[in-house]
Every structure is written in C-alpha cells, then in structure tokens.
Nanobody
Framework: QVQLAESGGGLVQAGGSLRLSCAAS????????MGWFRQAPGKERDVVAT????????YYADSVKGRFTISRDNAKNTVSLQMNSLRPEDTAVYYC????????????WGQGTQVTVSS
C-alpha cells in the first residue's frame, strides 16, 4: 500500500511561485504513474498534471500549461509540481495521486495541501 504526503502549500500573491512536493512510501515508486489534482471550493477535483513512471511523458491541463512543471525523482520517491505565475484562480487544495502503470484510475491519494493565491 502506497502512502503519499504532500508539502509546500501556502499563501502567495498573484504572480508568485510555489513548489509542491509529494513523498511516497510503502511501495515501489517507479511502478506508478503520478499526478497532481486540485479541488477549489464548490468545484469538482480536476487533473492539473500527470507524469509517467519514467518521467518520459507529461500531461498538463490547458489552464496551467507554460506555468506549471511536473517532475519526479524515482531515487528519492518524490514527485513535484513547480507553479509559477500563480493566479487567484489557482487557489485550491492540491492532491498528489498515484496509479499502477496501465491502470485507468488513480488508486492512491494524499491528504492534500492548500494553495491560496491572493490578488
């Protein structure tokens, strides 16, 4: 069973940057595709970015393309999300998630970390 723990959230002004990190334990991290999702108040949880087990393929939601970068370090069992040029609409709880490569659904979820962007 994989456990995921996010860190790095906080309050930042519009135009600023934050880096989220997710530490994985309890499984073979390199077996899992990873993703970052977010959920704003009153809205559904949406995908932000995903990365394959090798890091060779990445996906970004249109709303964050060119501003956010997902990366992973399989030696350290971590996945990160660098967020630049933050906007108030990026305010949400951000979740780290993992799934077995080849699976459709994400099986493992962290507790989430709050990101608040002030205007």
């Amino acid at each position: 069973q994989v456990q995921l723990a996010e860190s790095g959230g906080g309050l930042v002004q519009a135009g600023g940057s934050l880096r989220l990190s997710c530490a994985a334990s309890g499984g073979t991290f390199s077996n899992y595709a990873m993703g970052w999702f977010r959920q704003a108040p009153g809205k559904e949880r949406d995908v932000v970015a995903t990365i394959t087990w090798s890091g060779g393929s990445k996906y970004y939601a249109d709303s964050v393309k060119g501003r956010f970068t997902i990366s992973r370090d399989n030696a350290k069992n971590t996945v990160s999300l660098q967020m630049n040029s933050l906007r108030p609409e990026d305010t949400a709880v951000y979740y780290c998630a993992g799934k077995n490569s080849g699976s459709y659904n994400y099986n493992y979820w962290g507790q989430g970390t709050q990101v608040t962007v002030s205007s």
